[in-house]
């Protein structure tokens, strides 16, 4: 898994469509009818005034397959190279290209991300079928792409302050949400050790929908349901110190295990965007806590869902609470540095008078009732300017990227044999 997951964080490092893991060696073929009446050399698809032949798309297909990638289907493969080959126009209309040396730290990172010499990474390629220069031409697109997509957009992707301070919540006119899914693991001091190789096979796993299984098999969070997805969330509404880690990732990155108290959560990023109305940060969040003693039994689960149903404020756990001792319930008013991490982490989900039932104390004995009770807003700021604007810019590179392609394909003169 490791070296898949090396492998395969590279093609997630531009704007490649993140992959989903396969087993390495397998090779795949043209199933096209045409391959076989045709040479390899012959052209399969025409693109403007550049060809792509019967022998790239094999190539291409038994290079993905060999990384572990998904989208190695023809079909995937023929879209990928069509996009390729608009590209590739694109950037020689500009005389963009990119130079051999930066070609070449490419390949070497490629191979060192699977642990590898360069030589290593070339030979396990060349085993599996897979010639050196189709290994170059697919790292030098991504080297040049990303060139150019900088030198051409790049003044218009930059933040501007006023921006900046919106993505901080330091305004009235907007912010930074992030779309994540996520996977809690309950631990105890008998599963710890297993749970963090457990977490550590989680952080791996390639493309959305492996994480969405792993997330229905493992979570212990109310979305295992829903495949570990969350809504969109106030990036000022995490807690301080994991903002700039969330902030770090492209879609489909995963973080690594996370360590809270008795649980260890992964993050999946699935999307990041600008939104006009204020996302304020706060200086005090008040929660109330109120533990039910036997963990996450099937008897105190359903102890806490009759709970829910029979309270609407925080205040209403007052009565609940009545004649039981002391530490049964808190009621917590707290800066976000102050409140521990996996709390910090449910409170950012929730709205006011909503409840997570989530996260357990005591060795997993307990669990942990947490119902927001109120926000109180702060214009202080948190959060990096330089994380924010870093991931403000490379979100609109992005965009003005997919756009560019979208439309030299509606321009295109493109014929597929």
């Known amino acids: 898994m490791q070296l898949i997951s090396g492998f395969t964080s590279f093609l997630r490092s531009g704007w490649l469509k993140p992959v989903a893991p396969v087993v390495i060696g397998a090779v795949l073929t043209l199933t096209a009818p045409q391959a076989e009446a045709q040479s390899l050399f012959s052209p399969a698809i025409k693109v403007n005034q550049d060809i792509i032949t019967w022998y790239e798309l094999s190539q291409r297909q038994q290079f993905l397959t060999a990384l ?5 289907s023809e079909a995937e493969v023929r879209d990928a190279l069509i996009n390729e080959r608009l590209r590739r126009q694109a950037m020689r209309e500009a005389g963009i290209e990119a130079a051999p040396e930066a070609i070449q730290v490419g390949i070497d990172e490629f191979a060192a991300r699977g642990q590898l010499s360069t030589e290593q990474f070339l030979q396990l390629l060349a085993d599996q079928g897979v010639d050196r220069e189709t290994v170059r031409d697919f790292v030098a697109d991504q080297v040049s792409w990303n060139d150019y997509v900088s030198a051409r957009f790049l003044s218009q992707a930059r933040p501007s302050e006023d921006e900046i301070n919106r ?32 977490g550590q096979e989680i952080a791996q796993l390639q ?12 979570s212990a969070a109310a979305t295992r349901n829903n495949g570990g997805r969350l809504d969109w ?14 902030l770090s990732l492209k879609n489909g990155d995963i973080t690594q ?3 809270l108290p008795n649980a260890i959560a992964l993050f999946q990023m699935r999307g990041l965007r600008e939104v006009s109305t204020g996302t304020p940060s706060y200086s005090t969040i008040d929660y109330a806590i109120y533990n039910l003693a036997g963990g996450r039994s099937a008897e105190t689960l359903a102890r806490a869902a009759k709970l829910r149903e029979e309270i609407d404020t925080c205040d209403d756990l007052y009565g609940i609470a009545q004649d039981q001792p002391p530490e049964v319930l808190q009621r917590i ?3 976000p540095n102050e409140i521990p991490r996996d709390v910090a982490l449910e409170l950012a989900k929730l709205d006011i008078n909503e409840v997570s039932t989530t996260l357990t104390r005591n060795n997993g004995q307990t669990l942990m009732f947490l119902m927001l009770c109120t926000r109180t807003r702060d214009l202080g700021e ?15 590179l992005g965009a003005f990227a997919n756009s560019l392609v979208a439309q030299l394909r509606a321009e295109a003169d493109i014929v597929e044999q």
């Open 233 to 246: 969330l106030n990036l000022t509404s995490l807690p301080p110190a994991l903002q700039p880690v969330i």
């Open 167 to 198: 993505a901080l919540g330091q305004s009235g006119g907007g912010g930074l949400q992030v779309l994540l899914s996520e996977i809690i693991i309950p631990v105890n001091q008998q599963t710890l050790a297993q749970a963090e190789l457990l």
């Open 207 to 218: 493309g959305f929908d492996s994480f969405a299984a792993a997330a229905t098999q493992y």
């Open 68 to 72: 572990g990638a998904s989208g190695a």
């Open 333 to 335: 008013q707290a800066s």
């Open 382 to 396: 948190e959060t990096s300017r330089v994380d924010v604007a870093n991931a403000l810019t490379q979100q609109r």
């Open 257 to 259: 295990p996370l360590t």
